[in-house]
Structures are given as structure tokens and as C-alpha cells.
């Protein structure tokens, strides 16, 4: 079995946005700047933000984090991203997760610049992925299909499985797959007989977030396994992936190590690609 191994992926695209920077400060272009909205205290997302902050630094783009306490309402919210999305300076706008209780992500993401979008979240950016003509395509997914182009795992006309439904992983994922020629079946919750489909993956793509759900009898011999999940289990961070699929799948993402350095690679070439689009003709 091949380790799929996400370091080596994420350090060869960091060294591209490194070549453009590099073009674009030549070019006389003013910097990226990425803005961080971030409300409340949730410890995971503070995690999230410095690994963020770091790659950024690492690359030389300046950062602004906005800091809103927990009881932000949405209307407070939303007009925070609003003016980020109006001010010249700020070419790039994230919005990090969970927001509080009883505020709704997706209204405040619509408040968004759409060219600013650096998760490609907003319904337009979404909406152009759908069709087929992606834009800003949320870094997750981006980074899972750089993943399998980079360890040369065959896509156009093989059958890939994902599991999970998500706006920001799973079904961005299915469309890039099928843009890619793959034939693609997306499963969730609701699927009926779950491992009689995920059998039939040549590629797999776990993205449930349930620690260890995909078993070895789960997956093809020789398929490769992609496992986006991440959680916390017995003080250890583990996926969505059994240890035991090892003896069966033909090459596997690890966690940690896999798709979280392309996640926040991808995160980074957005804030580029937003910056670029910004520019005046």
C-alpha cells in the first residue's frame, strides 16, 4: 500500500503562489491580504486560524483577524463582512466556522464579495463550480484532486465513491471528480446498503467526520482511499478510516498528514487567485 502523503503536495504548490508572489511584487501589484472573521472562543477554530496565519506568514501574505465576541448577532456579523468585502485593501475574506448558535453561515457568507471568497462558499462561486466553469473552489476539495493527480491515481473513466454530502467537502468534491471524467456516486446518511456501494470505488473519499467509520470490508482491493475525516478519539487524532483498511486499499491518505495540508495550501492559492481578480485591467 502507498501512503498518500500530503507534505510533499502542499509544499510544491506553496512553491508556485511562492513564483507568482514573486511575479506579481516584479509586476508592481500591491499583496494579497486575507481577512479573518472570527467569532467567539471555539478552541478547534483557533487551532484552524493558526495554522492559517502560519502559512500565511510563511509565504509573505499579511493577515487581519476580526475578532467578534460569541453573543455577535447576525446582523453584526454579516455587516463586519460586508465592510471587509467594501474595503480596497482586504482582497481576500474568510469566515471560520462554527459560527454561534442561531446565526445562519450561509446568509452571512451571501454578504460576501464573491471575488473575495476564499473558500468558495458563496452560492455563486458554488454555482459556477456546478456548471462546470469553477472559480473559487473550496480548498478541501481542491486539494483532495491534487492529492490523487500528484500520486498518479487514475481518474477519467474510473468509478469514485464519496461519502458525505457536505457543501464544503463532499459535494464539491463529486463535481471536480466528475469534471475530471470520473463516474461518481456520493452516499450519506441516508444511503441504504453503504458498503455495497463504497465496494464498487475505485477512488474512495471519506468525508464524514465519524471517527473510523469506513472497515476494511468497506473498500475495494486496491482502491485508493482518500480520508478526509479528523477527530479526536482516546487523546489520538484519527479519520474517518479504519487502521485495517491498510491491508486492503492500494494507497491511503494518512491522518494527520493527508488532505490537511492541502486544505490549507489550496486556502492560500485562493487568497492569490482573489488578489489576482481584484486587479485592474
Request: net charge neutral.
Amino acid at each position: 500500500m502507498r501512503e498518500m502523503a500530503g507534505g510533499p503536495v502542499a509544499a510544491r504548490v506553496e512553491e508556485e503562489i511562492r513564483q507568482r508572489l514573486r511575479e506579481r511584487e516584479a509586476r508592481g501589484k500591491r499583496p494579497p491580504l486575507l481577512a479573518i472573521v472570527w467569532v467567539g472562543e471555539d478552541p478547534s477554530s483557533a487551532a484552524y486560524i493558526r495554522a492559517k496565519e502560519k502559512a500565511a506568514q510563511r509565504l509573505g501574505i499579511p493577515t487581519r483577524l476580526v475578532r467578534l465576541p460569541g453573543d455577535a448577532g447576525e446582523g453584526a456579523i454579516a455587516q463586519v463582512v460586508q465592510d471587509l468585502s467594501e474595503d480596497p485593501e482586504v482582497t481576500g475574506i474568510l469566515v471560520q466556522a462554527p459560527l454561534p448558535a442561531g446565526v445562519d453561515y450561509e446568509a452571512v457568507i451571501r454578504r460576501l464579495d464573491p471575488r473575495k471568497d476564499v473558500d468558495g462558499f458563496h452560492p455563486l462561486n458554488a454555482g459556477k463550480l456546478f456548471r462546470g466553469r469553477p472559480e473559487m473552489v473550496p480548498c478541501t476539495a481542491k486539494g483532495i484532486l491534487e492529492l490523487l493527480r500528484y500520486y498518479e491515481i487514475p481518474i477519467r473513466g474510473k468509478h469514485a465513491v464519496v461519502v458525505g454530502r457536505s457543501n464544503i467537502v463532499g459535494r464539491p468534491t463529486a463535481a471536480l471528480l466528475e469534471q475530471a471524467d470520473a463516474t461518481v456516486t456520493l452516499c450519506h446518511s441516508k444511503t441504504e446498503d453503504l458498503p455495497s456501494l463504497t465496494r464498487q470505488g475505485d477512488i474512495l473519499v471519506a468525508a464524514v467526520g465519524s471517527p473510523h467509520v469506513i472497515r476494511a470490508s468497506m473498500v475495494k482491493p486496491g482502491a485508493a482511499v482518500v480520508d478526509v475525516g479528523i477527530r479526536r478519539k482516546d487523546g489520538k487524532l484519527v479519520g474517518d478510516v479504519h487502521p485495517e483498511v491498510q491491508a486492503v486499499a492500494g494507497a491511503l491518505s494518512p491522518v494527520p498528514g493527508g488532505v490537511g495540508p492541502l486544505t490549507v495550501a489550496f486556502l492560500m492559492e485562493n487568497v492569490l487567485r482573489a488578489a489576482e481578480s481584484l486587479d485592474p485591467l
